[in-house]
């Protein structure tokens, strides 16, 4: 098991504040790695020749759960990861006529690349939450670790690398882990980072405690209710009316006297109204009757 490593921190008064949070104990800067031979590191002769005798992909992938002890239902999504990223490469092996010293190096490079990206102890009878070596991006470096691990096994020189695999091998598992496992690596970098949780309280010092609601209580009993709130509540009386402004004498003269300009501007308005539709009216009359006669001259 792994304790988590939690951290608290108490101020004195006149306030109280508490911080606990749960941070993985792993160095926060990516670290360098150095590459070292990894055939049968992880998966020896015997489990070699397990995974050999498979048949279908889905048969190889219960045997890999079952040599490497991880299951991808009870343990989580993390290890149904796992599963799909070693199987496929154990099944690309084969497709390209790995033999098995072959196949297990290259699980053996994958699985050290991915603990480069994630961190942790692996593998254990029963694996705690793996903790990431680094939040921070360290796709470079991972990057990098992985072709040194590969050159270790593409070039004979004892006791550094070993000629295991070929040129044109050494292409395709490059190619390969390239279009898999480095083009999803921000997936299983979060998928990988464990979050952190921060639990903030705050306590000040010289008030009451907040009494809790009818709400938090029913939740923290489990639905008993308290005699004191099983009661019939009270019927509920009017709040008080609130005491008379001592403007109040004011504003109701200000509002009638207002009151009363208004009705004499209204009646002014309507008068003038009045009298301009009445001059109006005359001034149509008259257009309507038309001219009078005009009075005949006398000839000389």
């Known amino acids: 098991m792994c304790p988590p490593c939690a951290d608290e921190w108490s101020f004195p008064s006149p306030t109280e504040l508490t911080v606990s949070t749960v941070c993985p104990s792993s160095p926060i800067e990516p ?3 150095e590459a070292q031979i990894c055939m049968w590191k992880y998966l020896d002769v015997h489990s070699m020749d397990l995974i050999n005798q498979t048949r279908t992909i889905e048969e190889m992938r219960g045997v890999l759960a ?3 002890q991880l299951d991808g239902g009870a343990q989580g999504g993390r290890a149904a990861i796992l599963l799909d990223l070693y199987t496929h490469a154990l099944w690309f092996g084969r497709e390209q006529g790995f033999t098995p010293e072959q196949a297990s190096a290259l699980f053996s490079i994958l699985h050290d690349t991915h603990q480069a990206c994630t961190g942790g102890a692996w593998p ?4 705690c939450p793996v903790p990431a070596e680094t939040p921070l991006p360290n796709l470079d470096e991972c990057h990098s670790y992985f072709r040194r691990l590969l050159l270790c096994h593409c070039v004979r020189h004892p006791p550094f690398s070993i000629d295991l695999f070929s040129p044109w091998q050494a292409a395709a598992v490059e190619d390969y882990v390239q279009n898999t496992y480095f083009h999803h690596f921000k997936l299983y970098k979060f998928a990988f980072t464990p ?6 309280t705050l306590r000040y010092v010289g008030l009451p405690q907040p009494v809790p609601t009818p709400g938090e209580v029913g939740q923290a009993g489990e639905g008993a209710l308290t005699p004191e709130l099983q009661q019939e509540p009270e019927e509920e009386t009017s709040p008080p009316a ?3 402004s001592p403007r109040a004498p004011l504003r109701t003269y200000i509002k009638e006297e207002l009151g009363r300009a208004l009705g004499a501007a209204r009646q002014d308005l309507l008068e003038q109204m009045r009298g301009s539709e009445q001059r109006l009216g005359a001034r149509l009359a008259q257009l309507e009757q038309g001219p009078g006669p005009h009075p005949r001259g006398r000839k000389k």
């Open 31 to 33: 670290q360098h790695h």
């Open 242 to 244: 609130p005491p008379e």
């Open 66 to 68: 079952e040599v490497l």
């Open 195 to 200: 979050q952190v949780r921060l639990d903030l």
């Open 124 to 127: 254990a009878p029963n694996p």
